[in-house]
C-alpha cells in the first residue's frame, strides 16, 4: 500500500523534462498536442481492431484433387448475378460480395469448409470462415426469405427480424409454433435493427442481413464485431430480376444445396425466358410509368434498373427506359405528366389500394389517360396482416410468375389462364370494382 | 437594447407611422410580380413565355398539356409559396417581437416541431383507418384536421415556452429550452414513428424536405383562407406590436392588455406557422430571416411598416427559394428545406456580424 502511494505522489509530481521535445506536451498547451498526435497516428494506422470486411485478393486454389474425394460434389454456376461469386477449392468455396449496398467500397469474403474441417491455410486477410452446413439461421432482412422454403431449410431459422411482415406460408407456421424468434430491436424495412441480445441467447452459426452502406441502419458492424458469422446479401441491388432471384445460390452454398438451388433456378429461367420470348416480337407495346410522388416529387425507377428489365421483358414501353439509371430518379410532377400523360398504363402506384385513395391525394391524378381509362395496377395484391408485401419476398424467388402477372396487363391475350397473382386492378372503392 | 428594435425616439404617443418611400412599396411589388411570372414560366418542362401568358389570359389555343402544367401545378405552388412565405415570415416577427430576441423564430422556439409532432399524430392516428382513404372520405374535414392537429401542435409548445418565460429572465434561456423543446418533440415523432409501417415514415422523412409543390387547388379551400385570416390577425396587432418592443411594462402603460395581446400573438404565430407546416412540411430559415430583411429594407421597427413589408418580402423570398428549389431546365428537383437554410442561414450570419450587438439584446 505504502509502495502505491509513494508511486501516485511521484507521478503527480513528475514532469517533463526542460529538454522534452514540445510534443510531449511541456508546452503552454499542455497534453493537447501529444494527444492529438497519438490521434492522428491512430487514424493513419488504421483502426488496430481486426476488421472483417476488407477487399481481398482471390485465393488460388492448391493444384490436384485431393485423395480423400470432393467435399463439394454440387456446384452452382452463375450466368445472370454480378453481385456475387462462387468458387470451388478442394477444400472450401468461397463466396464474395461484390457489391453489398450501392457505390460500395468494400466487398465481403466467406469461405465455407466442412464442418469440423480446418480452415484452409490460405485464408485471404478479412475473410470469415463459416463451417456449413449451417444448422441455426438469423434472417434480418426479407429479401432472401423466400430461398429458405425453395431450398427446404426454413427449419434451420431460429430468428428473424420482423415477423409481422412474413407472408410465406411455411416460415408463418414455424413462426405461429414459436420455433423462430423476433429479433429486432425496432424500425422496419430497410431501417430495422437487431435485438443483439437475442442473438447472443439464440447462438446462431449464421446471420444473414442485407447492407444499406448507411451507418446508422446497418446491422453487419456490430455483429461482426460480437464475433456473429454474418453474411450480407446484396440481392436488392440486383438490377435483373433473374439476377436477384440467382442468390437462391448463394443461401444454398451455406447448406451444400446447390443442386437445388440449380434444379429450381433453371426452370425458373427456362419459363422466364419462355415468356419473354413470346412477347418480344410484338408490335404492340404499351406506354407504362410508375410510382407516385410524394411531396411533389416523383421517383420514378431508372431505366437501367430492376422494374425497367421487368416492363421491357412484359412487352411494355416503359417511358423512362431511355435512362440508365439503376436507382429512383428524383422527377418533377409536370415532367411526369408531360411525359405520361397519354400512357396506357400506370402500375405501382405507392401504397393505393384503390382509385379514391389516389384521388384522394392528389386530384391531379385523373389528367393522366391511365387514370381515366382505369388501367392502374399496383403490386399490393397479398399483403401480411402486419403490412408486409410479398411482392418483395416471395416475388423475388419467382421472377417468372412475376413477369406473368406482368404480361397479363399489357397483353392479356398471351396469358389467358394466368390470375393476377401480386398485382391488381385497382377498384374504384375499397371492395368494390 | 439593440437599434433593431428600438424603432424611433420615444417622442411620446400616438407615433407618427415612419415614412417609407412609395418607390420602395413599388419596387417590391415588381420584384414579386417578376418572380411570381418566372415561377409560371421556369420549370422543368420548357413552356414559352408567350403561351404562359395566354394561357393566364384564358387563350384556349395552347397545347392542353400546357394549360394543365400551368393551371393546376405552377399556379398552386405559386401561390402557396407567396401564402407560405408571408405566413412564416409574419410568425418570424412576432416571435422575434414577442420575445424580444432577434434569433427568435417558429422554427427556433420549436413551433414547427410542435407542429410536426401534432400532424405525426394525426398520420399515426390515420394509417389505422388508411389515411389516405381518410382524406378521401372526410374530404375537406381531413385536411382541417391536419390543420388543427399542427396549429394545437405548435400552441402547445409555444404555450410551453411562455410559460416558462414568465419564469425565466434571459431570453437566451428562453430560447435553449425552445430548442430543447424542439429535440423532444422530435424525438416523440421518432419514437412514434418505430411503431408505425415503413411506408408511412418514408412520407414523413419526405414532408419533413419541405415542399410547396403538395397543395393542389381543393387544398387551396382551406389553406388560403386560413393563412390570410392569420396575417390579417398579425397585422391588427401592429400597434400593440410596437408596443411589445419596449418591454411589456412599457405597452401596460400605453393601455395594451398584454395578457390578451400576447394570446393573439400566440394563436396567430402558431395558426401561421402550424398550418403552413401542416401542408408543406416545417420549413426553416424564412421566419428568421424574412423579418431581418424587412427591418434592412426599411430601415424600421414599427410594425405597420414591417407587417406589409414581411408579407411582401415573404412572397418574394419564398418564390424565388422554390424557383432554385427546382432547378430551372433540370428535370431533378432539390428539397425545398435545403435552399431556405442556403439562402436564409447567411442572411442570419450575416445580420449578426453586422449587428453584433443584437447577439447582447435580452441576455
Not at chain 1, 50 to 66: D, I, L, N
Not at chain 2, 336 to 344: D, H, M, Q, R
Amino acid at each position: 500500500m505504502k509502495g502505491i502511494a509513494r508511486l501516485a505522489r511521484c507521478a503527480g509530481r513528475w514532469r517533463f523534462p526542460a529538454w522534452a521535445p514540445w510534443f510531449l506536451g511541456s508546452g503552454r498547451h499542455g497534453a493537447m498536442p501529444t494527444l492529438l498526435a497519438v490521434w492522428l497516428c491512430w487514424c493513419l494506422a488504421g483502426t488496430p481492431f481486426p476488421v472483417h470486411a476488407a477487399a481481398s485478393p482471390k485465393v488460388t486454389a492448391p493444384g490436384g484433387p485431393t485423395a480423400l474425394g470432393d467435399p463439394f460434389p454440387h456446384r452452382a454456376q452463375l450466368r445472370y448475378a454480378t453481385g456475387f461469386t462462387l468458387s470451388y477449392h478442394d477444400t472450401h468455396k468461397e463466396i464474395q460480395v461484390l457489391t453489398p449496398w450501392r457505390d460500395a467500397r468494400v466487398t465481403f469474403t466467406y469461405i465455407l469448409i466442412p464442418r469440423g474441417a480446418s480452415p484452409p491455410s490460405s485464408v485471404p486477410p478479412g475473410a470469415m470462415v463459416v463451417e456449413i452446413p449451417v444448422q441455426r439461421v438469423v434472417l434480418g432482412t426479407t429479401t432472401i426469405l423466400t430461398f429458405f422454403p425453395m431450398l427446404g431449410v426454413e427449419e434451420t431459422l431460429v430468428g428473424f427480424s420482423g415477423r409481422k411482415l412474413v407472408n410465406t406460408p411455411e416460415v408463418v407456421r414455424l413462426i405461429e409454433e414459436g420455433r423462430i424468434e423476433e429479433v429486432s430491436a425496432g424500425g422496419d424495412g430497410m431501417t430495422r435493427q437487431l435485438n443483439l441480445e437475442m442473438l447472443f441467447m439464440l447462438q446462431p452459426d449464421l446471420v444473414l442481413v442485407h447492407g444499406t452502406g448507411i451507418p446508422q441502419f446497418d446491422t453487419h458492424p456490430k455483429l461482426l464485431e460480437a464475433g456473429f458469422k454474418t453474411g450480407v446479401a446484396g440481392n436488392y441491388m440486383e438490377s435483373s430480376p433473374l439476377a436477384r432471384a440467382e442468390w437462391i445460390k448463394f443461401v444454398a452454398a451455406f447448406f451444400n444445396r446447390e443442386n437445388v438451388a440449380e434444379k429450381l433456378f433453371s426452370q425458373m429461367e427456362e419459363s422466364y425466358h419462355a415468356q419473354a420470348e413470346r412477347v418480344r416480337g410484338l408490335k404492340d407495346r404499351p406506354t407504362v410509368f410508375c410510382g407516385m410522388p410524394l411531396q411533389s416529387t416523383w421517383y420514378m425507377p431508372g431505366g437501367g434498373g430492376y422494374i425497367a428489365t421487368f416492363l421491357r421483358d412484359a412487352g411494355a414501353d416503359y417511358l423512362w427506359s431511355d435512362d440508365d439509371t439503376a436507382g429512383n430518379m428524383a422527377l418533377s410532377v409536370e415532367v411526369v405528366l408531360e411525359r405520361a400523360r397519354n400512357a396506357d398504363v400506370w402500375i405501382n402506384p405507392g401504397a393505393a389500394g384503390t382509385m379514391d385513395e389516389l384521388l384522394g391525394v392528389d386530384e391531379r391524378f385523373s389528367l393522366f389517360r391511365a387514370f381515366q381509362t382505369g388501367r392502374v395496377y399496383n403490386n399490393n395484391a397479398r399483403i401480411s396482416p402486419g403490412g408486409g408485401n410479398d411482392y418483395w419476398e416471395t416475388g423475388v424467388g419467382r421472377p417468372d410468375r412475376v413477369l406473368a402477372d406482368l404480361i397479363k396487363i399489357f397483353h392479356p391475350e398471351l396469358v389467358p389462364s394466368h390470375e393476377l397473382y401480386w398485382h391488381q386492378k385497382l377498384p374504384w372503392q375499397r371492395g368494390g370494382k | 437594447m439593440g437599434s433593431w428594435e428600438n424603432p424611433r425616439p420615444c417622442t411620446g404617443d400616438p407615433h407618427p407611422i415612419p415614412r417609407v418611400s412609395p418607390l420602395l412599396w413599388a419596387a417590391l411589388w415588381a420584384v414579386l410580380a417578376g418572380v411570381f411570372l418566372l415561377e409560371l414560366c421556369l420549370g422543368s418542362v420548357t413552356i414559352p413565355f408567350k403561351s404562359v401568358l395566354a394561357i393566364l389570359m384564358g387563350n384556349s389555343e395552347v397545347p392542353e398539356g400546357w394549360r394543365q402544367i400551368v393551371l393546376l401545378f405552377r399556379l398552386p405552388r405559386a401561390v402557396t409559396a407567396m401564402l407560405a412565405g408571408a405566413a412564416l415570415g409574419m410568425a418570424g416577427l412576432m416571435m422575434q417581437t414577442l420575445f424580444r430576441n432577434p434569433l427568435a423564430d417558429p422554427f427556433v422556439l420549436g413551433i414547427s416541431s410542435g407542429a410536426s409532432l401534432g400532424v405525426a399524430i394525426v398520420v399515426m392516428a390515420a394509417w389505422g383507418l388508411g389515411w389516405t382513404a381518410l382524406i378521401q372520405k372526410a374530404g375537406i374535414s381531413a385536411g382541417a384536421s391536419l390543420i388543427l392537429a399542427a396549429t394545437a401542435g405548435a400552441m402547445g409548445i409555444l404555450g410551453i415556452v411562455m410559460a416558462l418565460a414568465r419564469r425565466v429572465e434571459s431570453n437566451v434561456t428562453l430560447l435553449i429550452i425552445g430548442l430543447m423543446f424542439g429535440y423532444i418533440t422530435g424525438s416523440l415523432v421518432t419514437i412514434l414513428f418505430q411503431f408505425t409501417q415503413e411506408q408511412q415514415m418514408q412520407t414523413y422523412i419526405t414532408w419533413t424536405f419541405g415542399s410547396f409543390g403538395g397543395v393542389t387547388w381543393r387544398h387551396m379551400t382551406l389553406f388560403a383562407p386560413t393563412l390570410l385570416v392569420g396575417l390579417l390577425v398579425a397585422w391588427s396587432l401592429s400597434k400593440s406590436l410596437n408596443a411589445f418592443l419596449l418591454g411589456e411594462g412599457y405597452a401596460r402603460s400605453m393601455g395594451v392588455n398584454v395578457g390578451a395581446v400576447r394570446l393573439w400573438i400566440i394563436v396567430g404565430a402558431s395558426l401561421l406557422a402550424g398550418t403552413v407546416t401542416a401542408y408543406c412540411g416545417p420549413i426553416g430559415f424564412l421566419g428568421i430571416a424574412i423579418p431581418h430583411l424587412c427591418r434592412m429594407l426599411m430601415k424600421t421597427s414599427d410594425h405597420h411598416v414591417l407587417a406589409p413589408a414581411v408579407i411582401l418580402v415573404g412572397a418574394i423570398v419564398a418564390l424565388a427559394a422554390d424557383l432554385l428549389a427546382q432547378v430551372p431546365g433540370a428535370r431533378v428537383v432539390l428539397p425545398l428545406n435545403a435552399v431556405t437554410a442556403l439562402i436564409g442561414a447567411p442572411v442570419v450570419v450575416g445580420i449578426i456580424l453586422r449587428r453584433r450587438h443584437t447577439m447582447e439584446v435580452g441576455a
